[in-house]
């Protein structure tokens, strides 16, 4: 895969994850990286945990909230997900991929992120 020119390419940036360990996003990987912002971490679903769990070989997945740490603990634990999936360091990511609303509230989105660190999907929904 080459690097298409029209496409930004993402800064690397380093997410602190609810386990404590910390992650890269925005470096080259052998998988895509997904990228999902849930504002209220309660709106995590069956749906998105089935999903994660089908591309797991293909994607690496990151869900990025404003939510408490007790609210992400019940969605980890009612999903049964890995502790290092969910951040809640959302104030640098949102300036520098402008997710913040007027109220300078976390926007719900969903990010592809190529093997190459461009940007191949954003979608604010």
Known sequence: MSINLQRPIVPAI???MIDGKTRLLGIPKQKVQVVITL???EDFNEQLSDAI???KD???AFIIT???IDSCKKV???FNLKNNLITM???EFSKIFKMLDENNNLKKSLMIIDTNCQ???KDIL
């Open 14 to 16: 380093t997410l602190q």
């Open 39 to 41: 504002p209220n971490i």
């Open 53 to 55: 769990e089908f591309f």
């Open 58 to 60: 293909r994607a690496d």
């Open 66 to 68: 404003s939510s408490c």
């Open 76 to 78: 980890v634990e009612k």
């Open 89 to 91: 360091e959302y104030k």
């Open 119 to 121: 940007i191949t999907h």
